[in-house]
Protein backbone atom coordinates (compact mmCIF):
# COMPACT_ATOMS: atom_id res chain seq x y z
CA UNK A 1 0.00 0.00 0.00
CA UNK A 2 2.59 2.15 0.95
CA UNK A 3 4.45 1.93 -2.65
CA UNK A 4 1.25 2.74 -4.43
CA UNK A 5 0.70 5.91 -2.35
CA UNK A 6 4.74 6.79 -2.68
CA UNK A 7 3.47 9.49 -5.97
CA UNK A 8 1.39 11.27 -3.53
CA UNK A 9 4.45 12.47 -1.56
CA UNK A 10 5.55 14.72 -4.68
CA UNK A 11 4.59 18.36 -4.79
CA UNK A 12 1.11 18.31 -7.16
CA UNK A 13 3.06 20.37 -9.34
CA UNK A 14 5.10 17.53 -10.26
CA UNK A 15 2.07 15.26 -10.55
CA UNK A 16 1.92 15.30 -14.02
CA UNK A 17 5.31 15.24 -14.89
CA UNK A 18 5.53 11.74 -13.11
CA UNK A 19 4.80 8.87 -15.25
CA UNK A 20 4.25 5.14 -13.54
CA UNK A 21 2.07 2.23 -14.21
CA UNK A 22 0.52 2.91 -10.60
CA UNK A 23 -2.87 0.86 -10.59
CA UNK A 24 -4.45 3.21 -8.42
CA UNK A 25 -3.27 6.45 -11.14
CA UNK A 26 -5.00 4.14 -14.12
CA UNK A 27 -8.28 3.55 -11.89
CA UNK A 28 -8.68 7.45 -10.94
CA UNK A 29 -7.46 7.90 -14.52
CA UNK A 30 -10.67 6.01 -15.79
CA UNK A 31 -12.94 7.51 -13.66
CA UNK A 32 -11.76 10.84 -14.42
CA UNK A 33 -12.96 9.62 -18.42
CA UNK A 34 -15.86 8.77 -17.31
CA UNK A 35 -16.94 11.24 -14.94
CA UNK A 36 -15.99 13.87 -18.17
CA UNK A 37 -18.17 11.95 -20.49
CA UNK A 38 -21.61 12.25 -18.20
CA UNK A 39 -20.57 16.19 -17.61
CA UNK A 40 -22.54 17.42 -15.31
CA UNK A 41 -24.27 14.87 -12.58
CA UNK A 42 -27.62 15.47 -10.98
CA UNK A 43 -26.38 15.01 -7.52
CA UNK A 44 -23.19 13.67 -5.91
CA UNK A 45 -25.08 10.48 -5.42
CA UNK A 46 -24.53 9.27 -8.50
CA UNK A 47 -20.95 10.17 -9.03
CA UNK A 48 -20.48 8.38 -6.45
CA UNK A 49 -22.83 5.33 -7.94
CA UNK A 50 -20.47 5.90 -11.00
CA UNK A 51 -17.58 5.02 -9.50
CA UNK A 52 -18.61 2.72 -7.09
CA UNK A 53 -19.44 0.94 -10.22
CA UNK A 54 -16.30 1.17 -12.28
CA UNK A 55 -14.56 0.12 -9.10
CA UNK A 56 -16.69 -3.25 -8.45
CA UNK A 57 -16.17 -4.03 -11.84
CA UNK A 58 -11.95 -3.74 -11.65
CA UNK A 59 -12.52 -5.62 -8.52
CA UNK A 60 -14.71 -8.16 -10.25
CA UNK A 61 -11.75 -8.66 -13.05
Known sequence: MEE???YYRFLAE???RIRTNNP????????RRR??????F???NSAL???AA???HIAGS
Open 24 to 31: LERIIREI
Open 4 to 6: TLT
Open 42 to 44: PDG
Open 54 to 56: RLR
Open 14 to 16: HWI
Open 49 to 51: MLC
Open 35 to 40: TRVVGA
